[in-house]
Antibody, heavy 121, light 111 residues
Framework: EVQLVESGGRLVQPGRSLRLSCAAS????????MHWVRQAPGKGLEWVSG????????RYADSVKGRFTISRDNAKNYVYLQMNSLRPEDTAVYFC??????????????WGQGALVTVSS | QSVLTQPPSVSGAPGQRVTISCTGT?????????VHWYQQLPGRAPTLLIS???NRPSGVPDRFSGSKSGTSASLAITGLQAEDEADYYC???????????FGPGTKVTVL
């Protein structure tokens, strides 16, 4: 059974940093791209970032480019999202999502339950 | 403002057929990138409903179907049921943005 479990979400002040983690199990981790998708309260889904199976390619939404960094550890089956210079508009539930294919242009076939990040003073 | 557009809401009586459109541009759907659909029940994480324009993952009822043509795609729900009340999102890849994009979502209401 595929499982994705996010952790690290909490209340943080504007301008500070936070790292989200996603523990993956139930599939061959290094066969798939991994992504982060967020959803602000009462709003729709926004793709944030994706990383290829071997970390040779990372992609970011314009709204987070230069502030967020995605990474993965294939030995531990983890994907991370380092979030710097956080803004109130980054407040959202952050979902870890498994890419169906190994490429970054595909779909997301499994999702975690999400981690809430609140940016507020 | 999403690069993919969807109607904010659609509704139908139980048993009816409803469709949700997803309109893109020449840098995403029109460039040949696949369209995928997700269902999000209230308070839940999204789940994959249709992949690669028209493929249903295992466990998805055949009441759900997808199609794509040109710069648009559609999701159809036939035999609408109360449990289908949810938000539905289309997703594709945009070459100009070098990233995935979602539509704004469509709320389906069963009357």
């Amino acid at each position: 059974e595929v499982q994705l479990v996010e952790s690290g979400g909490r209340l943080v002040q504007p301008g500070r940093s936070l790292r989200l983690s996603c523990a993956a199990s139930g599939f061959t981790f290094d066969d798939h791209a991994m992504h982060w998708v967020r959803q602000a309260p009462g709003k729709g889904l926004e793709w944030v970032s994706g990383i290829s199976w071997n970390s040779d390619r990372m992609r970011y939404a314009d709204s987070v480019k230069g502030r967020f960094t995605i990474s993965r550890d294939n030995a531990k089956n983890y994907v991370y999202l380092q979030m710097n210079s956080l803004r109130p508009e980054d407040t959202a539930v952050y979902f870890c999502a498994k890419g169906g294919p190994p490429i970054l242009t595909g779909y997301f076939d499994y999702w975690g339950q999400g981690a809430l990040v609140t940016v507020s003073s | 403002q999403s690069v993919l557009t969807q109607p904010p809401s659609v509704s139908g009586a139980p048993g009816q057929r409803v469709t949700i459109s997803c309109t893109g541009t020449s840098s995403n759907i029109g460039e040949g990138y696949d369209v995928h659909w997700y269902q999000q029940l209230p308070g839940r994480a999204p789940t994959l409903l249709i992949s690669r324009n028209s493929n249903r993952p295992s466990g998805v009822p055949d009441r759900f179907s997808g199609s794509k043509s040109g710069t648009s795609a559609s999701l159809a729900i036939t035999g609408l049921q109360a449990e289908d009340e949810a938000d539905y999102y289309c997703q594709s890849y945009d070459s100009s943005l070098s990233g995935s994009v979602f539509g704004p979502g469509t709320k389906v209401t069963v009357l």
